[in-house]
């Protein structure tokens, strides 16, 4: 197995491609972009910025990263992997993380990946607290800070987009998908950390039990449910999950006190795993 960086970039100003100068990705309009200490590009104009600091806040990724590094979520993981290679022998991919958060899933992806693949990697986050974890944790792949309104990637340039517990903009996968790439999707299914948001929240919203609807331009090809039972073990590491979940604000305070007393949390992970063709 070999594990590359992917490298087809293009400006987000103007859509043109980006090659690699020294320290910096260039495109033929004079635009360039430096590659910071750390290895990742900052490809978020200022103008296409929401707020100073968009995304997770540093906070936030310290706590994801302890809490996925402890291996939590080593299930998902799995199944992820397992998901995005499906079908897969031999050859070269090329996957794209959109949403990366700190990286633990393409790091994950990279470690699971049989011997005859070789793998073309890159991921992006609108956090720059994100990317710059991501990139000190594994510098093999692309990391980007980067919108998913706005991919700085090529059109028909990658076989697999992830869209893991992350915010899609289904226009923008299925252009830089090729027409037979699949984009594949986490999101937590109505039993997902049922035991955390049962000690936050008086009571719990009823579950709807519907499957989620297609979105225009794509086909599903599976949809499947993963059921994991874990203990989080000691207060820290249960702050960890609460600090890196949305949970810890919409809790009250005595919801978040109450969480805040607990040393071991049985805890169920549920969560949908989807995989849809682009269709053409
Ligand atoms: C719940 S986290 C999931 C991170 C990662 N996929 C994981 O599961 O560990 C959602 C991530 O989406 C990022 N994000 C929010 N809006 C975004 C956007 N418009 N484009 C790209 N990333 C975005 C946040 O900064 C955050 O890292
Ligand atoms: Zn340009």
């Known amino acids: 197995m070999s594990i ?14 980006l090659h690699r100068e020294a320290a910096c990705w260039r495109c033929q309009n004079g635009h360039s972009f430096d590659i910071a200490r750390e290895g990742y590009v900052n490809l978020l104009p200022v103008q296409h910025k929401r707020s100073r600091d968009p995304g997770d806040s540093k906070e936030m990724v310290l706590a994801r990263r302890q809490f996925l590094n402890a291996g939590y979520y080593q299930a998902i993981a799995d199944a992820v992997a397992k998901a995005v290679l499906r079908d897969v022998e031999s050859g070269s991919l090329c996957c794209l993380d959109a949403g990366s958060g700190e990286g633990y899933y393409l790091r994950e992806l990279a470690r699971q990946a049989p011997p005859d693949i070789e793998l073309f990697l890159g ?14 944790q594994d510098s093999t792949p692309a990391w980007w800070v980067a919108s998913n309104a706005n991919i700085p990637v090529q059109s028909n340039s990658v076989d697999r987009v992830l869209c893991l517990f992350g915010f899609p903009v289904y226009a923008e996968f299925a252009r830089v998908l090729r027409p037979d790439g699949v984009l594949l999707m986490a999101d937590p299914g109505p039993n997902h950390l049922r035991q955390l948001r049962e000690v ?48 810890f604000f919409r809790a009250s305070a005595d919801g978040r006190k109450q969480a805040t007393a607990l040393t071991r949390l049985p805890l169920t992970l549920d969560v949908v795993i989807r995989r849809l063709r682009r269709n053409d």
Do not use: N
């Open 4 to 17: 590359h960086a992917l490298q087809t970039l293009r400006c987000p100003l103007d859509g043109e491609s």
């Open 200 to 247: 936050l929240y008086p009571s719990l919203r009823p579950v709807s039990g519907e499957m989620p609807v297609c979105p225009p331009g794509f086909a599903e090809l599976s949809i499947e449910s993963l059921q994991h039972e874990i203990v989080v073990e000691g207060a820290v590491a249960i702050q960890q999950l609460l600090g890196m979940t949305p949970h």
């Open 123 to 136: 991921g992006l986050d609108i956090s720059k607290w994100a990317v710059q974890a991501a990139a000190k």
